[in-house]
């Protein structure tokens, strides 16, 4: 089947501001160098490199009431929530090249605040080994990339909740986590207290993706915008080493590719977040360059041609 995509805008958000190790500010150019933005045009698609978006730098200090660092993430929050409403307002769909997790609050309120203007539904679709439902209470680390959907949710500081002009951003019905296999044990409690939809890797591993993706885009329909927020972790480590919090027992490459076909198939896809590749703990590239294998099956690509 020939889709139709709206034409999209790439942008850089080159910091590690969020998360336990550093080197995921070199992302977007590794994304860039994989040849991310050439994939794209090549499935027919009108795409263009809007540039990096800036911020401050990371002072690499401990954390203050179990927050790391939270007035730059404000500010690189503050400024994708920015770029992100403006391509949404151009009619373009935006990809965040990241950069950790903790950016997906600004990216995710900008598509939330848009949605209700538009009178769209939202689904947020959460690849991911982590949930990323901590608090400042919770958080063992105080790293904030293992908190922004506890954020979006409306639990976390003020500074961090209010993008978009409505707390919460988000609710939790809204969103559907796969190939989760790690989770704090208060972040645990968290997650069953507030019924978050968790396709963890157990279930994964007894039903298979395509049932588990089957129930994760159910209920979508013609006026659904679904965010894509992955965060390359959920890959299993032994294709996707490039990045700072590896998990075993990911997801691998046939399932990977599964999720993104069945996301193409869904004709919803409205917005895209590529997380948490660190070129430092990478091997020659090939993580951004399975990154991009991906999102091409995300714009269409399969190996048949198919009806
Ligand atoms: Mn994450």
């Not at 795409?47 to 404000?74: F, I, K």
């Not at 991911?128 to 979006?152: K, Q, R, W, Y």
């Not at 500081?157 to 209010?162: A, E, F, K, R």
């Amino acid at each position: 089947m020939q889709r139709s995509y709206p034409p999209v805008s790439i942008f850089g958000v080159p910091t590690d501001i969020g998360a336990s190790k550093r080197g995921a500010s070199m992302g977007p150019e590794a994304l860039r160098v994989a040849g991310l933005v050439d994939a794209i045009a090549a499935r027919g698609v009108d795409v263009r490199d809007v540039g990096d978006v800036s911020g401050p730098r990371n002072p690499v200090s401990a954390p203050v009431d179990g927050y790391r660092h939270l007035d730059e993430v404000t500010a690189w929050n503050r400024s994708v929530f920015d770029v992100s409403t403006r391509e949404l307002q151009a009619g373009r769909m935006p990809i965040l090249l990241g950069g950790d997790h903790c950016l997906a609050i600004g990216s995710i309120a900008a598509v939330a605040a848009h949605c209700r203007s538009m009178g769209k539904q939202l689904r947020v679709l959460w690849l991911d080994a982590h949930a990323d439902f901590n608090t400042h209470e919770l958080t063992p680390s105080g790293n904030i990339h293992g908190m922004p959907v506890a954020c979006l949710c409306g639990m976390g500081p003020t500074v961090l909740t209010g993008f978009g002009g409505i707390t919460p951003a988000i609710s939790p019905d809204q969103v559907r986590q796969i190939g989760i296999r790690s989770v704090d044990p208060g972040e645990k409690r968290l997650v069953q207290e507030h019924g978050l939809d968790i396709y963890d890797m157990r279930y994964i591993d007894e039903v298979g993706m395509r049932r588990a993706m089957e129930e994760a885009l159910e209920g979508m329909d013609a006026n659904t915008h679904l965010h894509v927020s992955f965060d390359v972790d959920m890959l299993d480590p032994a294709i996707a080493p490039g990045t700072g919090t590896r998990v075993p027992g990911g997801v691998n490459y046939r399932e990977a590719q599964l999720i993104m076909e069945m996301v193409a198939d869904s004709g919803c896809l409205g917005s895209l977040d590529l997380v948490e590749i660190n070129p430092a703990l990478d091997r020659r590239n090939a993580t951004a360059k399975l990154a991009v294998d991906l999102v091409e099956s995300l714009f269409g690509k399969s190996t048949l041609m198919r009806d």
